[in-house]
């Protein structure tokens, strides 16, 4: 199975911040990853997919890059409604497994 | 708008049954993939299976084959997830998603989670 390992598990920052998560598997997955964002007691909304490829309607301050097994997510200029927790995802034609998340939490 | 709308929360006692409900509108029903996932207490997300609307095909996680069915009522634009010998760490949200691309097992658009509990 592959595995995803976030970092780090929880990251404090102020609005203004330009924040960083990384997203590591511990095989080859190509450009085959997602990020969510999960606001608590809500479902997850898709932010990126194809490691780089932004959702629609989907703030220009998220971005993705990465490939093979290191991938990261970055928010610039954190905004008051980006204080959530962030989840990434490895897929490919029949399933998926997802990373433990990453909250960001107000400094 | 596209919309999942998921049926209400369950408790039920270890051993039994449950079916949650997902129905679907504001796209072509039989176009997408519809996925189901489960979240535990302050845990990440676990793929549970998924259903081709159109076709009627499905598939489980090898972790969930046997205990887990998925059907859809093309009629209603509904799919049901049935799991059975329900045991307490079964307790959690369960989400259905649809899968945004043929192919490619990831989600543009969630339902707003249905809790299951199991406790006796």
Same mark, same amino acid.
């Given at each position: 199975d592959i595995q995803l390992t976030q970092s780090p598990s929880t990251l404090s920052a102020s609005v203004g911040d330009r924040?960083?998560?990384?997203?590591r598997a511990n095989q080859n997955i190509g450009r085959w990853l997602a990020w969510y964002q999960q606001k608590p007691g809500?479902?997850?909304?898709l932010l990126i997919y194809k490691a780089s490829s932004l959702?629609?309607?989907?703030?220009?301050?998220?971005s993705g890059t990465g490939s093979g097994t290191e991938f990261t997510l970055t928010i610039d200029s954190l905004q008051p409604d980006d204080?959530?927790?962030?989840?990434?995802q490895q897929y490919d034609t029949y399933s998926g497994t997802f990373?433990?998340?990453?909250k960001v939490e107000i400094k | 708008q596209v919309q999942l709308v998921q049926s209400g929360t369950e408790v039920k006692k270890p051993g039994? $049954?449950?079916?949650?409900s997902c129905?679907? $509108?504001?796209?072509?029903? $039989?176009?997408y993939a519809l996925h189901w996932v489960r979240q535990a207490p302050g845990q990440t997300f676990e793929l549970m299976g998924w259903i081709n609307p159109g076709s009627?095909?499905?598939r489980s996680s090898q972790k969930f084959q046997g205990r887990v069915t998925i059907t859809r009522d093309t009629s209603a634009s509904t799919v049901y997830m049935e799991m059975s010998s329900l045991r307490s760490e079964d307790t959690a949200l369960y989400y259905c998603a649809r899968q945004k691309r043929n192919g490619y097992v990831f989600f543009d658009f969630w339902g707003q989670g249905t809790l299951v509990t199991v406790s006796s």
């Open positions: 924040v960083t998560i990384t997203c809500k479902a997850p909304d959702e629609s309607g989907v703030p220009s301050r998220f204080f959530s927790t962030y989840y990434c990373g433990e998340g990453t | 039994a $049954s449950v079916k949650v129905k679907a $509108s504001g796209y072509p029903f $039989s176009d009627g095909n499905t």
